[in-house]
């Protein structure tokens, strides 16, 4: 797969132009829409737009307010292992890199899992590398079992899944799935992805549904600005929600 053969749903090409080209006057068109989609998005992330912060960050807010209030919601990431079997550039993590490799035991799990929950947290975010021997399936089950025995919500970043382990999440008490693609463009994340399960782009982009498939409801989304061209993939990022939403709107 190459940067011209990603699917229909997923290719910005029309709107990428705009957000290359857009004028302020395009931007202020695209703040005072009702509904904003593609072209208002691309707009909105526009260079000429870097005049109009002030704008968009109270547009933001407005809408952040209609959707969920004047809330905040906190939440501890809690790393249970840091081995890994992939070799991506960008992460310490990575298979090659000559670091001490732990993970915690159940023992630990628990204990860091009572100190949190003392702190008044009451949402968790469970990582680990991709999958390997010390960190496997089995292992995250286990530890989503118990977190969710501390908290109201247990969120999870890992390695991708089936549907049927998704599932297996959901029932051990997981309330939903974080997994960033990193970057949109195949033939980046070729060279930047060396080895590994994680290499397999096609999985990652997929994960995303199969985890909703499965009956979670929180999907979380996300790309490391950095890593290729922010406008490509803030684009690639909206399609891709958009893309999951069409069927499975109650998400």
């Known amino acids: 797969m190459t940067a011209r ?35 208002e998005l691309a707009a909105l992330i526009a260079p000429a737009a870097d005049g109009l912060l002030e704008e968009l960050a109270s547009r933001a807010r407005d809408l952040t307010w209609q959707h969920f209030g004047r ?3 906190l939440y501890v990431p809690l790393y249970l292992s840091d081995y890994c079997s992939s070799g991506c550039v960008y992460c310490g993590f990575a ?11 159940p023992a630990e799990i628990r204990d860091e899992l009572a100190a949190i929950r003392r702190m008044g947290i009451q949402e968790v975010l469970l990582l680990t590398g991709e999958r390997t021997p010390q960190a496997d399936f ?20 890992a390695f991708p899944m ?8 959901a029932q051990a008490g ?19 992805h060396r080895w590994g399960p994680k290499r397999d782009y096609a999985a990652r982009l997929q994960a995303p549904e199969k985890i909703l498939a499965s ?10 600005l950095g890593l290729n061209d922010p406008l490509f993939e803030a684009l690639c990022l909206y399609l891709h929600a958009r893309h999951l939403l069409r069927s499975y709107w109650r998400g």
Do not use: K, N
């Open 71 to 73: 809330t905040i919601a």
């Open 215 to 224: 009956g979670l409801r929180v999907v979380g989304l996300g790309a490391l």
């Open 95 to 105: 298979a090659d890199r000559q670091i001490p490799r732990r993970r915690l035991e």
């Open 174 to 192: 997981c309330t939903g799935v974080t997994i960033y693609q990193e970057t949109y463009d195949p033939d980046q994340y070729a060279r930047l």
């Open 5 to 39: 053969e990603l699917p229909d749903w997923l290719d910005p090409t029309p709107w990428l132009a705009t957000a290359r080209s857009a004028t302020a006057r395009d931007v202020a068109r695209a703040l005072e829409a009702a509904h904003p989609q593609e072209p």
């Open 162 to 169: 089936t549907i049927q382990e998704y599932g297996r999440l």
């Open 138 to 157: 089995d292992y995250l089950e286990a530890a989503v079992e118990e977190a969710a025995g501390h908290f109201a919500a247990v969120m999870v970043e």
